[in-house]
């Protein structure tokens, strides 16, 4: 997100760019917001299909199937297990989040 206002010297304060003639910060401000929702909601939504593809690596992630979500490990046989038991009915996988580790 930009931090400072492409019309004024305000540089993202509206309160001071009330005290100036700029008359499109505020629009400025709104933009700036809906283009980082926008990003946010993309990142956001990152399920994948486990009939589109499989993760390359063994490792953690998040499973959804049968309207819950949950943690599961991929192993090297294909196979999305947690404790000791396997998933069998997982629709949709994604990666935890960086910086995550289960």
Known sequence: MVDECKHCSARGD????????????ESWYVETLLEKIDELEIAMDR????????????????????????????????DWC???????????WQPLPVGQEV
């Open 47 to 78: 399920w994948i299909s486990v009939k589109d593809r499989l993760p390359e690596t063994i490792g953690s992630y998040i499973v959804k199937g049968s309207g819950k979500i949950a943690w599961a490990f991929y192993n090297s046989d294909g």
């Open 14 to 25: 509206l309160e001071k760019c009330e005290g100036t003639s700029c008359t499109l910060h």
């Open 82 to 92: 947690y404790d000791n038991s396997r998933y069998t009915n997982l629709t949709h």
